[in-house]
């Protein structure tokens, strides 16, 4: 399966639909970051499993980034604002290459720029490339209290130009994606099934600040329960399949409450780490 993440606007949450909602459900995909400014992604994921390219820089990027396309199953990708433009300009350059996309994904938050930005971005896949209004999926983000009263603006615009919006696509607001970007985790690094498996390895920590991050991965485990069901039942209404987190991580296991070596220790201390991720 091949989906691009993308909106004209910026900070709606295209890498945290990447990495929590795409990525741990489906076949080990290839994530490929498109972007000038910044990039989300590669701080959290395997280097094996994420490419980066800037279309402004580099001369071969997008056809490198083609091949990638052709020659694995499970791709994500995932464009960032300033290089959107850009990247469809290399698009237009070849017919029919977004048939190699299974969906494209627009996220949004339910503010007025976004609103606005995401209906340009609907219309430009639809009308300037052509692209199956099947194929695109509004994914309402940080939601408050509904979906039709957060993004009644939206909705409305977006039925006026006939676009069948599904109010179901949704992520509730949870400041989970905040505190894992903080420590540079996604839900599947911290996912306990057992609520309380975090308890005895915080009790027996051996240095106060691996007890901190521990305690810190514990609050991010409970918040993430919470959210699971949204993205679970996101990615089930736009793929179609069943592919459920807890099934898949129900077999984590908790880090050691004693390093074995001074590096492990090292890392361990540094579970947590300051800085805050853009996209969320």
Do not use: W
Not at 225 to 237: E, G, P, R, S, V
């Amino acid at each position: 399966m091949k989906i691009m993440v993308l909106n004209s606007s910026g900070s709606v949450g295209k890498s945290t639909i990447t990495r929590e909602l795409f990525a741990p459900r489906l076949d080990n995909p290839l994530i490929i970051e498109v972007e000038g400014q910044n990039t989300s992604t590669k701080d959290f994921l395997s280097d094996k499993n994420k490419k980066y390219f800037d279309l402004k820089v580099f001369d071969n990027s997008f056809e490198n980034l083609y091949l990638d396309l052709i020659e694995n199953n499970d791709v994500i990708v995932d464009v960032g604002a300033s290089q959107l433009e850009n990247f469809f300009v290399e698009f237009g350059k070849m017919a029919g290459v977004e048939m190699l996309f299974d969906y494209f994904v627009v996220p949004t938050i339910n503010t007025d720029k976004a609103q606005n930005d995401t209906i340009k971005t609907l219309i430009f896949l639809r009308d300037t490339k052509n692209i199956d209004a099947e194929k695109i999926k509004v994914i309402f983000n940080g939601v408050k209290n509904s979906v039709e009263s957060d993004f009644g603006t939206l909705l409305s615009a977006a039925k006026n130009l006939g676009f069948n919006l599904d109010a179901e696509l949704y992520i509730r607001e949870n400041k989970v994606f905040n505190e894992l970007g903080l420590m540079r985790k996604t839900l599947a690094d911290v996912y306990q099934s057992d609520l309380n498996a975090y308890k005895n390895k915080i009790l027996g920590a051996a240095t106060p600040q691996l007890k901190i991050a521990l305690v810190k991965m514990d609050m991010a485990n409970r918040l993430g329960h919470t959210a699971i069901d949204d993205l679970d039942l996101c990615f089930q209404k736009i793929t179609g399949q069943n592919s459920f987190f807890a099934d898949k991580f129900s077999n984590n296991k908790v880090p050691s409450k004693t390093p074995k070596t001074p590096k492990k220790q090292k890392e361990e201390e540094n579970i947590e780490v300051s800085g805050d991720d853009e996209e969320l």
